[in-house]
């Protein structure tokens, strides 16, 4: 039987205010998955209000930074014991192989609230040597109300990068999860229940972004938004937050190159290319798109890839052999093939992959064989645009300096990976990259305790590590007067 998840208001599941309920697609079989209470503009005011009441009346901000932390680590505890139904739950929704979901996304998510739950407890202010007759401190207080809009590729674990942080510091949440993938991000609402979270504290409102999206981004009482998605709607956000100056974080899109250098080691290379472009179907936003190999290593480079790339296992991602899934969606499956036809008109190679698989029990499901392209150019639309789909390209350059410029080629800058068997010049190499995240000999690993984003169209601010904590983070300065004889100017 289907499930019915409703929305999560003031520590409450109800229905939207207008009854509305949307469909979510298993897109491994293409068939209804679950149905989903649809939050109206006035289901997020509710939920807006719920979060300014309780963190303008409620306990949580006065909470000491160790009592949040007591709470979290409860939720990350539950969270944990739950682990297999999370990961079931994400790998039906999201389409991810199991071994994913069991592996990364759900223990990664419990991480995060643990290392934010113990990380607040050392956050202070300073005290500041502004003179004898001075008492001047700095203390670090929550923003307030905070509205958070996350995308559909690691639902949970990328909407818990916004949740544990914030919550952390003091501060209240109203969340709204990718309509194509909520159902885990809405069962965090039994977590925060079963963990003890006062009334009002986190709200989860399920939606579409022209509704919910806009709802939040626009309300007078949101005093920080956080939004993961693409550059197009960030920026947008980012408009309707410059309205009321409020702050604004954006995790947004990339096309992250891997710069291959003419020494680097082949095998570990092509496993690295691997790991990076074609983890969660190549879903990621700091992907490995680009392969940009030095000419002389090139031939032997695309020989090993592709080998290694017809031999990943496609099929149902329930099945513990699976390596890679179904694309999130019958559209998501027409824009990546949209994106493959264009790159063969415009002159790539295709080398492998781009089909759909040939077996019948993956016909009605979202499934892609995973491609290489060779012979592709910077002019090339799949070269600068972002596909989101497991969809590597592969550029040849002559010498180290063009393989940097190459890397820095790209209107995005959110990760990029170098490597070579000579570690320091991958160090020196990766201060020349403009990216927020540089790998050295390895693609796409993330933590909790290291910060995450990017530069120029990949977004504003950074998420996890300490940096990710300040975001929601207000820094206050009190300055008391303690000299023996009264202040007098006039």
């Not at 949580?60 to 409860?74: D, E, T």
């Not at 012979?375 to 002559?398: A, C, K, L, W």
Request: glycine share 10%.
């Amino acid at each position: 039987m289907k499930k019915y998840y409703q929305l999560f208001i003031n520590n409450q599941w109800r229905d939207a205010s207008d009854k509305g309920t949307f469909s979510v697609v298993n897109p491994a079989t293409g068939k209804e998955l679950a149905t989903v209470a649809s939050a109206t503009a006035k289901d997020v005011d509710d939920a807006v209000r719920a979060a300014r009441n309780a963190f303008d009346k409620g306990p949580w901000p006065a909470m000491s930074a160790m009592q949040r932390g007591r709470l979290i680590r409860k939720a990350a505890d539950i969270l944990t014991e739950r682990l297999d139904e999370f990961a079931a739950l994400e790998t039906l929704d999201v389409g991810k192989p199991i071994i994913e979901s069991t592996a990364f996304d759900i223990p990664m998510t419990a991480e995060c609230f643990e290392f934010f739950a113990d990380m607040i407890a050392g956050v202070n202010g300073e005290c500041i040597n502004t003179g004898a007759s001075l008492l001047d401190y700095t203390a670090k207080e929550p923003i307030g109300v905070v509205g958070a809009i996350t995308p559909w590729n690691f639902p949970l674990a990328l909407a818990v990068r916004k949740l544990a942080p914030a919550l952390a510091a003091g501060n209240t949440v109203v969340i709204k999860p990718s309509s194509l993938a909520p159902l885990t991000t809405i069962l965090l609402g039994e977590v925060f229940l079963a963990a003890g979270f006062p009334e009002g504290v986190v709200n989860i409102v399920p939606g579409s972004g022209s509704v919910v999206g806009n709802a939040i981004a626009t309300h007078p009482l949101v005093d920080k938004l956080s939004f993961t998605g693409s550059a197009s709607v960030g920026s947008d956000v980012m408009s309707k937050s410059a309205k009321t100056i409020r702050s604004t974080s954006l995790e947004l899109g990339g096309k992250s190159p891997g710069v291959i250098l003419a020494d680097a080691d082949i095998d570990t290379t092509v496993k690295g290319i691997l790991f990076g472009a074609f983890l969660n179907q190549g879903e990621c936003c700091c992907a490995l798109t680009r392969v940009l190999v030095d000419s002389k290593i090139h031939d032997k480079l695309v020989d090993a890839l592709v080998k290694a790339t017809k031999a990943i296992r496609v099929g149902m991602p329930g099945e513990k052999a699976t390596q890679m899934g179904p694309l999130v969606s019958a559209d998501q499956l027409k824009i990546v093939k949209n994106y493959i036809d264009i790159g063969i008109k415009e002159g790539a190679k295709l080398l492998c992959g781009g089909t759909a698989p040939k077996e019948k029990e993956l016909a009605d499901g979202y499934f892609l064989t995973p491609a290489v392209f060779d012979n592709v150019t910077p002019e090339m639309t799949i070269y600068r645009e972002e596909i989101f789909g497991p969809v590597v390209t592969v550029s040849s350059f002559d010498g180290d300096e063009a393989l940097i410029e190459a890397a820095n080629d790209t209107e995005y800058g959110l990760s990029a990976s170098i490597f070579t068997t000579d570690v320091a010049k991958g160090h020196r190499y990766a201060r020349r990259i403009k990216a927020g995240t540089v790998w050295i000999n390895v693609h796409n690993f993330v933590s909790a305790q290291a910060p995450y984003g990017g530069y120029k169209l990949s977004g504003l601010g950074r998420e996890l590590g300490r940096e990710g904590l300040e975001a929601y983070l207000e820094t206050k300065n009190v300055i008391t007067y303690i000299d023996t004889a009264p202040f007098g100017w006039y």
